[in-house]
């Protein structure tokens, strides 16, 4: 970005047809996922409480879930590195999270690609998506929900097809079946799940 120019002036989104960021957005998360001024992006549109279209990457109802969750100062939420604890937090429902790592396994992500993404601890990670562990602090939830977009444009590495096989194994459901659908509503199905249990 250059001396005197706004942030959006150096958005990935110029040029583009930008009925695609509020009525297709798998594109645009596409576009948002190689744009330099994501996080300024991001970081406008929950400070404008912009709930309409994709913005930095994110869905209205994303971004409704990241203010929510949001405890740091403004300056720092789009922070990907999760901060310590503070020595009383209020752990907060990882469901919607759990899906996004089953979803990501599908696709051949394993925890230690998501957490080299993310931050967060691998074995955390590990346990969250077997669902081991059923809460966490809203500092790791926004940083794994943060991730995700991004996630699902990355290419799988050669070894993926091990996080595929345990995904198979253990009925996990991919992206395509959360489309449409709300995936931190505990009580939302996914599309074509036969032995839905997560
Ligand atoms: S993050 Fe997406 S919507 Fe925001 S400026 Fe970049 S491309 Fe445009």
Same mark, same amino acid.
């Not at 990935?12 to 576009?31: I, M, Q, S, T, Y």
């Not at 109802?61 to 403004?74: D, I, M, N, V, W």
């Not at 590195?81 to 992500?109: F, I, M, N, S, Y």
């Not at 345990?166 to 709300?182: E, I, K, Q, T």
């Given at each position: 970005?250059? @001396?005197?120019?706004?942030? $959006?002036?150096?958005? @990935? ?7 695609? +960021? +509020?009525?297709?957005?798998? #594109? ?22 912009? *709930?309409?279209?994709? $913005?930095?990457?994110?869905?209205? !109802? ?9 405890? @740091?100062?403004?300056?720092? !939420? ?10 009383? &937090? ?9 899906? !996004?790592?089953?979803?990501? /396994?599908?696709?051949?992500?394993? &925890? ?7 931050? #967060? ?21 926004? @940083?794994?929900? &943060? ?13 993926? $097809? !091990?996080?595929?096989?345990? /995904?198979?194994?253990?009925? *996990?459901?991919?992206? /395509? ?18 032995? $839905?249990?997560?």
């Amino acid at each position: 970005m250059s @001396a005197g120019e706004q942030w $959006w002036e150096a958005g @990935a989104c110029r040029g583009h047809d930008l009925r695609v +960021f +509020f009525e297709k957005p798998v #594109v645009a998360k596409k576009v948002c996922a190689g744009c330099q001024v994501r996080e300024r992006c991001l970081t406008y549109a929950l400070d404008t409480k912009e *709930w309409y279209g994709v $913005w930095g990457g994110t869905s209205g !109802r994303e971004r409704k879930r990241l203010l929510r969750r949001r405890s @740091a100062p403004a300056s720092e !939420r789009c922070r990907r590195e999760p901060k310590p604890a503070p020595a009383v &937090v209020e752990l907060v429902d990882v469901t919607g999270v759990r899906r !996004r790592l089953q979803a990501a /396994a599908v696709l051949g992500h394993s &925890v230690a690609v998501v957490s080299r993404m993310c931050g #967060v601890n691998a074995s955390t990670l590990d346990k969250i998506r077997s669902g081991i562990q059923p809460r966490a602090t809203p500092v790791t939830v926004e @940083a794994i929900v &943060v991730a995700y977009p991004e996630l699902l444009l990355t290419p799988v590495s050669r070894e993926g $097809w !091990r996080t595929q096989r345990v /995904a198979a194994g253990r009925g *996990w459901v991919g992206p /395509a079946a959360w489309l449409g659908l709300d995936i931190d509503d505990p009580r939302v199905i996914p599309k074509g799940a036969r032995h $839905w249990a997560a």
